[in-house]
T-cell receptor
Framework: AQKITQTQPGMFVQEKEAVTLDCTYD???????LFWYKQPSSGEMIFLIY??????QNATEGRYSLNFQKARKSANLVISASQLGDSAMYFC??????????FGKGTKLTVNP | DTGVSQNPRHKITKRGQNVTFRCDPI?????LYWYRQTLGQGPEFLTY????????KSRLLSDRFSAERPKGSFSTLEIQRTEQGDSAMYLC?????????????FGPGTRLTVL
């Protein structure tokens, strides 16, 4: 069964610094997708970045990059140059053949001025 | 280009009442999903539609829950005889399958409180 583990309940970072949010996954399917979503206090889930299991290069989207280490089954999110508006919950999710997303429990990121 | 919309945004009801939520997906998206999110957890899958066909239902979706997408556009999620354990955020997402990538875009959610 697919499983997503986010081991950091909370993370703190200073404004303008980089931060890494951890995510490990478990699946027996060779074809899968990994996603990161941001959820501000308003509740909406905002799509940030996607990595496919067959992608050779790590995904990047602006200040977001995904550090994909297939052998370790990890898909960590790196946010560069943190901004105050980055304070939110961050969820790692996976899909692997079934159509649903399986989410981790999330990491609460706080950016300090 | 409007995103996914959900109504109402908040709903407070008494135990035993029926409630219905609506989701309007992004217009060209053929897939629509419902998730439930309780406090301190990530969203959990409930069901999904491809066009008007409901293709998968989670065992979380008890017989008190029913979802429809009658014309392959908007969807409704009804909960009958609500219980306090139904209190949660109900999230709707939509996607347009393109090859292997199927990014789901979420609406703002409906927060249900059952008293």
């Amino acid at each position: 069964a697919q499983k997503i583990t986010q081991t950091q309940p909370g993370m703190f970072v200073q404004e303008k610094e980089a931060v890494t949010l951890d995510c490990t996954y478990d699946t027996s399917d060779p074809s899968y997708g990994l996603f990161w979503y941001k959820q501000p206090s308003s509740g909406e889930m905002i799509f940030l970045i996607y990595q496919g299991s067959y992608d050779q290069q790590n995904a990047t989207e602006g200040r977001y990059s995904l550090n994909f280490q297939k052998a370790r089954k990890s898909a960590n999110l790196v946010i560069s140059a943190s901004q105050l508006g980055d304070s939110a919950m961050y969820f790692c999710a996976m899909s692997d053949g079934s159509e649903k997303l399986v989410f981790g429990k999330g990491t609460k990121l706080t950016v300090n001025p | 280009d409007t995103g996914v919309s959900q109504n109402p945004r908040h709903k407070i009801t008494k135990r035993g009442q029926n409630v219905t939520f609506r989701c309007d997906p992004i217009s060209e998206h053929n897939r629509l999903y419902w998730y439930r999110q309780t406090l301190g957890q990530g969203p959990e899958f409930l069901t999904y539609f491809q066009n008007e066909a409901q293709l998968e239902k989670s065992r979380l979706l008890s017989d008190r829950f029913s979802a429809e997408r009658p014309k392959g556009s908007f969807s409704t999620l009804e909960i009958q005889r609500t219980e306090q354990g139904d209190s949660a955020m109900y999230l709707c997402a939509s996607s347009l399958r393109l090859g292997l990538a199927d990014t789901q875009y979420f609406g703002p959610g409906t927060r249900l409180t059952v008293l």
